[in-house]
Nanobody
C-alpha cells in the first residue's frame, strides 16, 4: 500500500485547509489511518487517527474542536479538515497507515511506530 498526502498550503491565522490522504489499495475499513506533523526543530507529533471501520477518531488536545476527520471509502481517502488554524499548526503533515488496530486508543494513535506505511508530507504554513 502507498499513501499520498495533499492539500497543504499557506493561510493566515483563522483560516482553513483540508488535507487528503489517498490510500492506494484495499478498503479503508482494513486500515487505521493516522495524521502526524513535524515542525522545524521539533519532534514529530501525532495529530489524529481514525479507524474507518468503527468510525473511531482521536485527536491531540491542541486541535480538538478545530480539526476533524472524515473519510470517503469509495475514493479510499481520509480527510483532515483544519479550521481556525494557528501559527503553531505550521508543520509538515504526514499520513500513515497500519493494518486495522482493533483496540485503538489515543495511547496507541500517538505512537509513530504503530504505523508501518508513511506518505510524503504536505507543508502547512499559518501566518499571523
Amino acid at each position: 500500500v502507498q499513501l499520498q498526502a495533499s492539500g497543504g498550503g499557506s493561510v493566515q491565522a483563522g483560516g482553513s485547509l483540508r488535507l487528503s490522504c489517498d490510500v492506494s489499495e484495499g478498503t479503508l475499513d482494513s486500515y487505521t489511518i493516522g495524521w502526524f506533523r513535524q515542525a522545524p526543530g521539533k519532534e514529530r507529533e501525532a495529530v489524529s487517527c481514525i479507524n474507518p471501520a468503527a468510525d473511531t477518531k482521536y485527536y491531540v488536545d491542541s486541535v480538538k474542536g478545530r480539526f476533524s476527520l472524515s473519510e470517503d471509502g469509495a475514493k479510499r481517502t481520509v480527510y483532515l479538515q483544519m479550521n481556525a488554524l494557528k501559527p503553531e499548526d505550521t508543520a509538515v503533515y504526514y499520513c500513515a497507515s497500519s493494518p486495522r488496530i482493533r483496540s485503538l486508543s489515543w495511547a496507541i494513535c500517538r505512537l509513530a511506530f504503530a504505523f508501518d506505511v508513511w506518505g510524503r508530507g504536505t507543508q502547512v504554513t499559518v501566518s499571523s
